[in-house]
């Protein structure tokens, strides 16, 4: 072999070399995906508290691994397992609270979240469940256990790059401010909007003191066309609630403006916004180009009121094909739903930190 032939291969090979090392670069940008949240990114924590906000049994979790009911409000993954793996991570998110994971199995992701909460811990109150505040918390005690498990470099590594996702705000209206007097006698609903906003600016502020500089805050989708939403709307059954709606957007946009507010306040920080109303919205009037035939009705019981304990209770009547309906029951996505948005995501606001 020439000289020239051998330094040929010897570039070559330098250049695989380097292409492979950045790639891993790139892949350990995020060490860790940590979740605080709501249902559409509890991995399974309400499962250890005394509650009836609970989806450890069947149908849940049918198409998740091996079929098991996990604590997810789903027949499978969640976007924040669909996240996890894109990142290279393991492809399932574990809850916090759940005592079978080790801190070594945690410290590459886990889910604070809790089916039925809020950013008003009156939400939370309301369903017995894990409030924000509490959900950071725990969080405390993951980085000292994390101290205590790979030692404070490496800790505080995982800490510092990790991606943080908040996904919560609909059950402030849903379970609370439209059920419950007590916040409508306080607010109107676009003050009740603007209280929201400051809590989620404090939780993620709150986040920022405890080492977190890398978040995502996911808007609220349309959630006057859930299938609980429609089989509620008094004035137009099996139609979307357009004042719900509106609130959403509302709520969109003040949040999109704290995020910015944020932005400019927190040095070191990147938060982005993850917009899910406008994939919804395109759901919702074209299914079929999503692969959608149902997204009127939940998979779970008639498809029309079931969530939780109710989906377990009329189990027999759900559908065959989760994957034909964009909700698994009357409030939470099916998980091919919910690849859709993580994809969406991973494309738009996550593609920064990729």
């Not at 995020?30 to 990114?41: E, K, N």
């Not at 789903?74 to 399932?92: H, I, V, Y």
């Not at 692969?291 to 019981?301: D, I």
């Not at 498809?303 to 964009?326: M, N, P, R, W």
Request: hydrophobic share 40%.
């Amino acid at each position: 072999m020439s000289s020239e032939s051998v330094c040929y291969w010897l570039l070559l090979l330098a250049a695989h070399f380097s292409l492979s090392a950045s790639r891993a670069t790139a892949a350990g940008k995020v060490p860790a995906i940590v979740v605080f949240g709501d249902s559409t990114v509890d991995a399974g924590n309400n499962n250890f508290i005394p509650t009836i906000a609970k989806a450890n049994f069947p149908p849940y979790g049918r198409d998740f691994d091996e079929g098991v009911a996990t604590g997810r409000f789903s027949n499978g993954r969640l976007a924040t397992d669909f996240f996890s793996e894109a990142f290279g991570l393991p492809s399932a998110v574990p809850a916090y609270l759940d005592p079978s994971y080790t801190i070594d199995q945690l410290a590459t992701g886990v889910s604070f979240a809790s089916g039925g909460t809020g950013l008003d811990d009156l939400t939370a109150k309301i369903a017995s469940v894990i409030p924000l505040s509490q959900q950071l918390e725990y969080f405390k005690e993951y980085k000292e256990r994390l101290r205590l498990a790979k030692g404070e470099s490496v800790a505080n590594e995982i800490i510092t790059e990790a991606l943080y996702v908040f996904s919560i705000g609909t059950n402030d209206f849903i379970v609370n401010y439209f059920v419950f007097p007590l916040r409508p006698a306080q607010y109107t609903v676009t003050e009740y909007i603007t209280y929201l906003i400051g809590l989620a600016n404090v939780a993620v502020r709150n986040a920022y003191d405890l080492g977190a500089r890398k978040m995502e805050f996911t808007g609220l989708a349309p959630f006057g066309c859930l299938p609980s939403s429609r089989s509620l709307n008094y004035d137009e059954p099996g139609k979307c609630n357009e004042e719900y709606n509106q609130l959403a957007m509302r709520f969109n946009s003040e949040l999109q403006e704290a995020v910015r507010k944020l932005n400019r306040d927190l040095a070191g920080a990147q938060v982005v916004y993850a917009d899910t109303y406008s994939l919804g919205s395109a759901i919702f009037a074209n299914p079929s180009d999503y692969g959608f035939s149902n997204v009127a009705q939940g998979c779970c019981g008639t498809g029309l009121i079931e969530t939780s304990v109710l989906c377990g209770l009329d189990q027999t009547l759900s559908c065959q094909d989760a994957d034909k309906y964009a909700f698994f029951d009357s409030v939470h996505p099916s998980q091919r739903t919910y690849r859709i948005v993580a994809d969406h995501i991973l494309n738009t606001a996550l593609q920064v930190f990729m």
